[in-house]
């Protein structure tokens, strides 16, 4: 009985000793509490601070707590939250449709592009079609070229054929001709003469040698 007392007594001591260091504004420690009560043992002070200088934190911190929130206030904060969410909710509906006409403006210019594109593919394929009819007409038109020089390089090659043949019956008909009896000379054919082969190379004009007309007369064939 006597202990229980002594330690009522001793708890009694420090809490005193605390609240004048509290008072004072001295840190509360062991020692300084033990200085206030005039000696002691440690081992009896010290958990007695403990405990008491944890029960003052703790009055203080709930001291320092905010109290429950009232009824009046907790239904106007609930109004206003429950305006503030209508609110951003209504910004944000506006936004959604504003983002739905963009993207359906958006939508649109996708398609004109796209629209845009198979045009110009098409005429990109006739452009090409007339290409290709092009370069076949080209190619027919110097398959055609190249025949036509193989045929002026023949004719060009029998027109010299003629005109030596020609040149030829020239010289021969110029040429001395032994003197016949005169039943001879009648039979004949009435001898060359320069005149006639003039008349005969008539026949070839020069600007036109190898040119054959409608109604000239078979030329002379090669001997």
């Known amino acids: 009985m006597a202990q229980k007392k002594n330690n009522t007594s001793l708890e009694k001591q420090v809490r005193d000793a605390i609240q004048q260091l509290t008072a004072d504004g001295k840190p509360v420690t062991n020692q300084a509490v033990r200085d206030l009560l005039g000696g002691g043992s440690f081992r009896d002070i010290s958990p007695k601070v403990k405990q008491i200088t944890a029960e003052i934190a703790a009055k203080e911190q709930a001291a320092r707590a905010a109290p429950e929130m009232p009824e009046d206030f907790r239904d106007a904060a609930a109004a206003m939250w429950q305006m503030s969410w209508e609110l951003a909710d209504e910004i944000a509906a506006s936004d959604r449709r504003a983002h739905a006409v963009e993207l359906e403006r958006l939508k649109g210019e996708v398609d004109e592009a796209l629209a845009n594109c198979a045009l110009v593919e098409d005429e990109r394929d006739d452009a090409e079609m007339r290409v290709q009819d092009l370069e076949k007409r080209l190619d027919e038109a110097q398959a055609t070229l190249h025949d036509a020089q193989l045929e002026i390089a023949r004719l ?39 005149e006639n082969v003039d008349n005969q190379l008539d026949m070839f004009p020069n600007d036109k040698l190898g040119e054959k007309k409608h109604g000239d007369p078979e030329p002379i064939a090669a001997e």
């Open 156 to 194: 060009n090659g029998r027109l010299m054929e003629r005109e030596k043949d020609i040149v030829s019956r020239v010289k021969r008909t110029k040429a001395p001709r032994k003197t016949k009896n005169p039943t001879d000379d009648a039979d004949d054919t009435p001898p060359a003469t320069e």
